[in-house]
C-alpha cells in the first residue's frame, strides 16, 4: 500500500474523525479517561516561571471545571478568559448577558498565566477560593472522608470526585501538607470541587474528636488493620480516613480513630493508591449505610 493513500481520505472519513475526537474530549472533561500526559516538553516550558498569585486569587481552567464553577452559586467569578472556540463550546450564553467580563484570547495568552504544560482547552477563570466551611455545618451528612497529609493534588482532585459520586457530604484535610484549592486540583477533579465541602482544618485529631461528639464512627484504613472494612461499620454515620500515599496514616490518627480496618485484597498486590482505596471504600460505606 501507498504512503501516499493518506492523502485520499475522503471528507466523510474526516468528519468520523472529527466525531471521535469530540467524544474522546467530551469523556476527558468528565474525568471517565485520563488526559494523555505530554510526551516532551512544550516549547519553553522549561522557560515559563509562574506569575506571583495574591492571597485571594485563583485560576481555574479546563472547560468542564469551568462550567462547573460558574454554574456554582458559591463562587465568587472574577473574569473569564477565553478563545472564540471554547466559549462556544462552554455554552453557558452570551457574553453581554453574563455577570462578569469575558477576555477573548488567544491559547499562548493563557499559557503565560497557567504554563505550556496545563491542559487548559482554551479556557481560563479567575475566581475567589470557595467559602470556609466549618465541621459543625455536617451534623446531617451520614458519610464523610478525612485525608491524613495527601499531598498529591491529583489525587486529592480523584478522591474528590469519587466522594461527589458516591454521595459523601464532604472531603476534610489538613491545612499542612495538603493541597490548597488550585486550578490542578480543580481540573483533577473535573467539577468536584463545586459539589463538595472542602474542609481544611488545623489539627486532624481535634477534627476527628469533633467528629465523634458529632455521632460519627471514624475507620481508618490501615493495609494491616485487624479486621475487614466490610465488617467494622457500625451505626448510621461514617467517616472514613485515608493516610499519605507512603506513610499512611500517623500514629496519632490511627490512635484517635474509632477503629482500624483494611481492605482484603486476594491478588498478590496488597495495597492500593489511595485514590482508588477511597473509592472502594466509599462504596462499601454506602452499602452499609443503605441497610
Known amino acids: 500500500m501507498s504512503k501516499d493513500n493518506t492523502k485520499d481520505k475522503s471528507p466523510r472519513d474526516s468528519h468520523y474523525a472529527t466525531l471521535r475526537r469530540q467524544v474522546r474530549d467530551a469523556m476527558r472533561e468528565r474525568g471517565e479517561i485520563p488526559t494523555p500526559a505530554p510526551q516532551r516538553k512544550r516549547k519553553g516550558a522549561g522557560d515559563w516561571t509562574p506569575p506571583p498569585l495574591a492571597a485571594e486569587q485563583v485560576f481555574l481552567y479546563g472547560l468542564h471545571t469551568v462550567r462547573a464553577a460558574i454554574s456554582n452559586p458559591a463562587r465568587q467569578l472574577i473574569r473569564l478568559s477565553v478563545t472564540q472556540n ?24 493563557i499559557e503565560k498565566i497557567l504554563g505550556p504544560e496545563a491542559i487548559h482547552q482554551g479556557v481560563m477563570l479567575e475566581t475567589r477560593p470557595l467559602p470556609v466551611r466549618r465541621l459543625d455545618a455536617l451534623k446531617d451528612s451520614p458519610l464523610l472522608l478525612v485525608l491524613d497529609q495527601v499531598t498529591d493534588p491529583h489525587n486529592v482532585g480523584a478522591i474528590m470526585r469519587s466522594a461527589v459520586a458516591f454521595n459523601a457530604g464532604a472531603l476534610i484535610t489538613t491545612q499542612r501538607h495538603s493541597p490548597t484549592e488550585s486550578g490542578v486540583l480543580a481540573k483533577s477533579a473535573s467539577g468536584a470541587l463545586e459539589m463538595i465541602p472542602y474542609i481544611q482544618i488545623t489539627n486532624l485529631a481535634d477534627a476527628i474528636n469533633e467528629l465523634h461528639e458529632l455521632g460519627f464512627q471514624t475507620i481508618g484504613l490501615d493495609s494491616e488493620g485487624p479486621q475487614p472494612l466490610e465488617g467494622t461499620f457500625s451505626g448510621d454515620k461514617i467517616a472514613l480516613v485515608l493516610g499519605s500515599e507512603g506513610k499512611g496514616l500517623r500514629q496519632k490518627t490511627r490512635d484517635t480513630v474509632t477503629a482500624l480496618a483494611r481492605l482484603d485484597m486476594p491478588g498478590e498486590i496488597k495495597s492500593l493508591n489511595v485514590s482508588n482505596a477511597a473509592a472502594i471504600a466509599l462504596y462499601a460505606a454506602g452499602l452499609h449505610l443503605k441497610r
Open 86 to 109: 471554547a466559549f462556544a463550546r462552554l455554552e453557558i450564553g452570551h457574553p453581554d448577558t453574563l455577570s462578569f467580563p469575558v477576555d477573548f484570547v488567544s491559547p499562548h495568552d
